[in-house]
């Protein structure tokens, strides 16, 4: 419950950020960490709770994206339509992905390779057919109107990716204190003994890459709804699956607030990194290597792990007066 | 479905002509048994007999290239794991592994969540099951900083949280010190005689801690080399020098009559 009141404050504090803050320089800063930290939690749903490693996020992503993108140029629907649409369609892409490499039992490095080369045959044929706009990409017509989901301040877009980045945060809140949340959970830490009492390991798995390639869907629309203009690379290139798994690995996998922290500290760093080195192209990727190296090495439990070291210690020394 | 013609106590485990093999080895050859309902039985047999080969087919975890499993009456061949556990089998393993990130009470909880949907009830259920095993006192600790008697216990606990008909225990004892196998002896036992009215548990297990055999179970069977050797009332075949010294190895005979004295 004071999780769900921490989500609610926070939500609340950042819904309210555009009375207090007109630069849209931070505005856009605010609305791209939520950004990260919806793809982060996404990624986090299927890898940090279900420890199914994905190295190919943008799957989900660039078919959330395309399918914005092509419902509104190719048919005519409004984005609003269309994001239902897209989010459900990340979901049966994930479905079919979970089926091929669950069903089989792929588990660990085989996994995350999978996903890899899905995203990069969704990459090739999104580059090949004239439907998908082939290698010049398609760019959804201007309309500036909340009614077409393209807002013409900044603060409209920050309360939709607040909203379905809220969302995805209640959907790991969920999994937190639910059966599902505990079989997926139990599913990670032990596939043999989840089976041994009673969960459909298949199944469970199943749900977590649906749910995660739902969300992940969403970010793809917002994406396209935010920057008009969607391309194979962008869609389903390496760049974006790096974002989602790097997201909640700095925070902290498999918590609730690890993909928030975990976006507020990399959108913090790329800053940093550009002030301090300029804009030489290919550096941030650079410094993304070196603190996932870091993190990896000496806080495999992200800053949440490092918030949570600080509370124990506390606590035992507490204990200890006791 | 394949009935059993009863004579008297009903029949929870009916395993028959069993066999299996790996790569030309024929780990478990044309075994059969059949467990009364309310008993505590005993598996034992060298290492490398096939023990924890057949708890594996009885349990779903392999699939026999000949022979039935029927439980309760119900051909359970083939099924996987997950739903025989649904049907009221379950099996603990000889290498103990907690959900490590998680405290007891959401591990035992985990085994209950088969039952009971609300994480309220299930969390409750675990209590009373952690209660019955003797981990009520650590019910918040992380499970991978309990000792290895701990996570014996949590093994069991978690089985049994799943409220299981028939519980299959493979070496709960093995690497518990003498005192922690004697504190652990009247919990086994406790489970077969249920609690509070609820109705026992059967319970099959493999133990190397022939203490525990001789205390615990009613009946035996000797497993060797893929095949069952003997059967019996533990005390019989622990009376037949033969057997002893041939399937539980040299000196067995004299511990084990140290052992009843």
Same mark, same amino acid.
């Given at each position: 419950?004071?999780?769900?009141?921490?989500?609610?404050?926070?939500?609340?504090?950042?819904? &309210?950020?555009?009375?207090?803050?007109?630069?849209?320089?931070?505005?856009?800063?605010?609305?791209?960490?939520?950004?990260?930290?919806?793809?982060?939690?996404?990624?986090?749903?299927?890898?940090?709770?279900?420890?199914?490693?994905?190295?190919?996020?943008?799957?989900?992503?660039?078919?959330?994206?395309?399918?914005?993108?092509?419902?509104?140029?190719?048919? =005519?629907?409004?984005?609003?339509?269309?994001?239902?649409?897209?989010?459900?369609? =990340?979901?049966?892409?994930? &479905?079919?992905?979970?089926?091929?490499?669950?069903?089989?039992?792929?588990? =660990?490095?085989?996994?995350?390779?999978?996903?890899?080369?899905?995203?990069?045959?969704?990459?090739?044929?999104?580059?090949?057919?004239?439907?998908?706009?082939?290698?010049?990409?398609?760019?959804?017509? %201007?309309?500036?109107?909340? &009614?077409?989901?393209?807002?013409?301040?900044?603060?409209?877009?920050?309360?939709?990716?607040?909203?379905?980045?809220?969302?995805?945060?209640?959907?790991?809140?969920?999994?937190?204190?639910?059966?599902? /949340?505990?079989?997926?959970?139990?599913?990670?830490?032990?596939?043999?003994?989840?089976?041994?009492?009673?969960?459909?390991?298949?199944?469970?798995?199943? /749900? &977590?890459?649906? *749910?995660?390639?739902?969300?992940?869907?969403?970010?793809?629309?917002?994406?396209?709804?935010?920057?008009?203009?969607?391309?194979?690379?962008?869609?389903?290139?390496?760049?974006?699956?790096?974002?989602?798994?790097?997201?909640?690995?700095? =925070?902290?996998? /498999?918590?609730?607030?690890?993909?928030?922290?975990?976006?507020?500290?990399?959108?913090?760093?790329?800053? %940093?990194?550009?002030?301090?080195?300029?804009?030489?192209?290919?550096?941030?990727?650079?410094?993304?290597?070196?603190?996932?190296?870091?993190?990896?090495?000496?806080?495999?439990?992200? *800053?949440?792990?490092?918030?949570?070291?600080?509370?124990?210690?506390?606590?035992?020394?507490?204990?200890?007066?006791? | 479905?394949?009935?059993?013609?009863?004579?008297?106590?009903?029949?929870?485990?009916?395993?028959?002509?069993?066999?299996?093999?790996?790569?030309? +080895?024929?780990?478990?050859?044309? +075994?059969?048994?059949?467990?009364?309902?309310?008993?505590?039985? #005993?598996?034992?047999?060298?290492?490398?007999?096939?023990? #924890?080969?057949?708890?594996?087919?009885? #349990?779903?975890?392999?699939?026999?290239?000949?022979?039935?499993?029927?439980?309760?009456?119900?051909?359970?061949?083939?099924?996987?794991? !997950?739903?025989?556990?649904?049907?009221?089998?379950?099996?603990?393993?000889?290498?103990?592994?907690?959900?490590? $990130?998680?405290?007891?009470?959401?591990?035992?909880?985990?085994?209950?969540? @088969?039952? !009971?949907?609300?994480?309220?009830?299930?969390?409750?259920?675990?209590?009373?099951?952690?209660?019955?095993?003797?981990?009520?006192?650590?019910?918040?600790?992380?499970?991978?900083?309990?000792?290895?008697?701990?996570?014996?216990?949590?093994?069991?606990?978690? $089985?049994?949280?799943?409220?299981?008909?028939? @519980?299959?225990?493979?070496?709960?004892?093995?690497?518990?010190?003498?005192?922690?196998?004697?504190?652990?002896?009247?919990?086994?036992?406790?489970?077969?005689?249920?609690?509070?009215?609820?109705?026992?548990?059967?319970?099959?297990?493999?133990? !190397?801690?022939?203490?525990? +055999?001789?205390?615990?179970?009613? !009946?035996?069977?000797?497993?060797?080399?893929?095949?069952?050797?003997?059967?019996? $009332?533990?005390?019989?075949?622990?009376?037949?020098?033969?057997?002893?010294?041939?399937?539980?190895?040299?000196?067995?005979?004299?511990?084990?009559?140290?052992?009843?004295?």
């Amino acid at each position: 419950m004071r999780e769900l009141a921490l989500i609610a404050a926070f939500g609340a504090a950042v819904a &309210a950020l555009p009375l207090f803050v007109s630069s849209g320089f931070a505005l856009n800063a605010v609305i791209m960490t939520l950004y990260a930290a919806l793809l982060g939690q996404a990624w986090n749903i299927l890898g940090g709770f279900g420890g199914q490693f994905s190295f190919g996020h943008a799957v989900f992503f660039g078919t959330g994206a395309y399918a914005a993108a092509v419902l509104q140029v190719r048919f =005519g629907w409004n984005a609003w339509l269309a994001l239902p649409a897209a989010i459900a369609l =990340g979901a049966v892409v994930g &479905a079919f992905i979970g089926v091929l490499s669950f069903r089989y039992g792929l588990r =660990g490095s085989y996994f995350a390779l999978v996903t890899l080369a899905f995203a990069e045959v969704f990459r090739i044929l999104s580059n090949t057919f004239q439907f998908t706009g082939a290698g010049v990409g398609l760019m959804i017509p %201007l309309a500036e109107s909340a &009614a077409r989901f393209q807002f013409a301040s900044r603060a409209g877009f920050l309360h939709v990716i607040l909203g379905l980045t809220l969302a995805a945060c209640l959907v790991a809140w969920w999994l937190q204190r639910s059966r599902y /949340g505990a079989w997926l959970q139990a599913v990670r830490d032990n596939e043999a003994s989840a089976a041994a009492l009673g969960i459909d390991v298949f199944r469970v798995k199943l /749900g &977590a890459i649906m *749910i995660s390639g739902a969300l992940m869907a969403a970010g793809g629309v917002f994406y396209v709804q935010y920057f008009h203009y969607i391309d194979p690379h962008l869609a389903y290139g390496p760049g974006v699956s790096v974002e989602a798994l790097l997201v909640p690995i700095v =925070g902290g996998i /498999g918590t609730l607030f690890g993909p928030l922290l975990g976006a507020a500290a990399l959108h913090l760093l790329a800053e %940093l990194t550009r002030t301090f080195m300029g804009d030489v192209p290919g550096i941030s990727l650079l410094v993304y290597g070196l603190v996932l190296v870091l993190m990896v090495t000496f806080l495999p439990r992200g *800053i949440m792990g490092l918030l949570a070291g600080v509370a124990e210690a506390r606590g035992r020394r507490r204990g200890d007066r006791a | 479905m394949p009935r059993h013609e009863g004579d008297g106590g009903a029949i929870v485990l009916d395993v028959r002509d069993l066999s299996i093999g790996f790569g030309g +080895v024929k780990a478990l050859d044309g +075994v059969s048994l059949r467990l009364d309902e309310g008993v505590i039985a #005993s598996l034992i047999g060298p290492n490398g007999a096939g023990k #924890s080969t057949l708890f594996a087919l009885i #349990s779903g975890f392999l699939v026999p290239e000949r022979g039935r499993v029927i439980f309760c009456g119900e051909d359970i061949t083939g099924l996987p794991p !997950h739903v025989i556990c649904r049907r009221g089998m379950v099996r603990t393993f000889q290498i103990v592994q907690p959900f490590a $990130a998680q405290t007891v009470r959401e591990n035992i909880a985990v085994g209950a969540y @088969l039952r !009971h949907r609300s994480p309220r009830e299930a969390l409750a259920r675990a209590e009373a099951v952690a209660r019955r095993v003797g981990l009520a006192g650590q019910l918040d600790k992380l499970a991978s900083s309990l000792t290895i008697a701990g996570r014996k216990r949590l093994e069991l606990a978690r $089985a049994l949280a799943t409220e299981p008909k028939l @519980l299959l225990l493979d070496e709960v004892l093995a690497g518990l010190n003498p005192q922690e196998i004697a504190e652990m002896l009247p919990v086994i036992r406790a489970l077969r005689d249920g609690e509070g009215g609820r109705g026992g548990v059967t319970v099959l297990m493999i133990e !190397h801690v022939m203490q525990a +055999v001789m205390d615990l179970s009613e !009946h035996t069977w000797v497993l060797n080399q893929g095949r069952l050797i003997a059967e019996g $009332a533990p005390a019989a075949i622990g009376n037949d020098p033969q057997v002893i010294e041939a399937y539980l190895g040299r000196g067995t005979a004299e511990r084990l009559r140290r052992v009843r004295t």
